[in-house]
């Protein structure tokens, strides 16, 4: 089926690559053998943007710019990637970032200095409104709603962006991930029983579902969640869903899809202690995975999602699977923060 897909503003170094991950297949193996494990490098899509993020950006800036906006505000927690990729995207756009986050003092006024995606947030020249736990979960929409005020009294116009960008629009830059995914299962002669990501904000996972269901694609996704219930999540990705329809309202678009046709699987069992806090375990996967392939996890979401997959590979729960496809969305500013939590051999 062909996609009739909104404006873009292309960003990302798209295609990711698609790689196989063989030394770890080899070393998490169980007797039985078990799938080899692929990972499609969306940690890659740029550098100091890279992530997940920035496929979602794509569509969003578009949107901003279609609206004659010269502002994104969104939100997210004091190392969101997602509020690090729109700080620097809106930079490269030529568009001002507002970023409320949840939590933490204000690093201007405190001995503790910026750290990780913070950090970059500043340099990129975003301004952040650090506003305290309490405020941020009661008072969300209305803060929201402040700011855009704030930036209409200034002749701006700003548009506001969702948790995640996880939203009826930013999910499009899944549906397109989606179809890379095809175009590099047939590149590699592969067809896997399992496309896996982390889930936040769900948009990751609702993109990847819809478009593999508009594409007919043979494979499941499955997404571990990093904070939230498997009821929330599949709650979530209906929501997101039901949005792209509403959004998809007018002559030429793409056509309804019933979020009860998708096969929404979401596993909740890998979320530790809760958001942002990780058990050993995951600390000794993001360092086996680094140590083994090169590639760098982060201990918020593709840290703690990757060792679902193991664990479940263990269990069995991928027996009689091929080839299964983790999608790493990237986070690596994530672990600098979290420095005293590895364990490391400095022999
Ligand atoms: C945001 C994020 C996710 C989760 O994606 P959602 O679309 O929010 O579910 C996964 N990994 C990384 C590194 C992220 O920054």
């Known amino acids: 089926m062909s996609i009739r897909y909104p404006a873009r503003v292309p960003m990302a170094n798209l295609p990711t690559p698609l790689e196989p991950l063989d030394r770890i297949t080899a070393a998490y193996s169980t007797p039985h053998g078990g799938p080899r494990i ?16 920035l496929r979602k950006l794509e569509f969003i800036i578009a949107e901003a710019r279609a609206q004659g906006c010269n502002t994104l505000i969104t939100c997210g927690g004091e190392q969101s990637n997602h509020c690090r990729a729109t700080a620097l995207a809106a930079a490269k756009a030529g568009l001002q970032a507002h970023l ?12 503790v200095p910026a750290d990780g995606n913070l950090l970059v947030d500043y340099l990129a020249g975003a301004t952040v409104s650090l506003v305290p736990l309490r405020e941020y979960v009661g008072h969300l929409p209305a803060l929201f709603q402040h700011w855009e005020q704030y930036y209409a009294e200034q002749g701006d116009r700003a548009l506001s962006i969702p948790t995640g960008g996880s939203d009826g629009l930013g999910i499009w830059g899944y549906i ?44 499941l996704v499955r997404a571990y ?25 007018h002559p030429g678009s793409q056509s309804a899809v019933d979020p009860h046709k998708l096969s929404i699987d979401v596993c909740d069992e890998y979320i530790g202690p809760g958001y942002g ?27 703690k999602a990757f060792n679902g997959m193991l664990q479940d590979i263990k269990n069995g729960g991928y027996s009689g699977c091929k080839d299964i496809v983790f999608v790493h969305t ?14 490391l051999d400095a022999g």
């Not at 095809?182 to 936040?200: K, L, N, R, T």
């Not at 996967?285 to 996890?297: T, Y």
Request: with cysteine; glycine share 12%; proline share 3%.
């Open 38 to 53: 692929w990972v499609k490098r969306d940690d890659l899509t740029e550098s100091a943007m890279s992530g997940n993020k």
């Open 100 to 111: 409320i986050l949840r939590g933490g003092r204000e690093p201007r006024e405190s001995a």
């Open 176 to 219: 397109r991930a989606a179809e890379e995914l095809q175009e590099d299962f047939a590149h590699h002669g592969i067809s896997p029983e399992y496309v896996i990501c982390a889930s936040g904000s769900g948009g990751t996972q609702a993109g990847l579902t819809l478009g593999g269901y508009l594409m007919g694609a043979a494979h």
């Open 225 to 249: 969640a990093v904070c939230d219930n498997r009821s929330y999540f599949e709650e979530k990705v209906a929501r997101d869903v039901l949005d792209w329809n509403r959004r998809q309202a």
């Open 277 to 303: 806090i990780a058990d050993q375990e995951v600390y000794e996967v993001i360092s086996a995975a680094a140590r083994l392939e090169g590639i760098l996890l982060d201990p918020v979401y593709t840290g």
């Open 330 to 343: 990237g986070g690596q500013f994530g672990v600098f923060p979290h420095r005293t939590q590895f364990v």
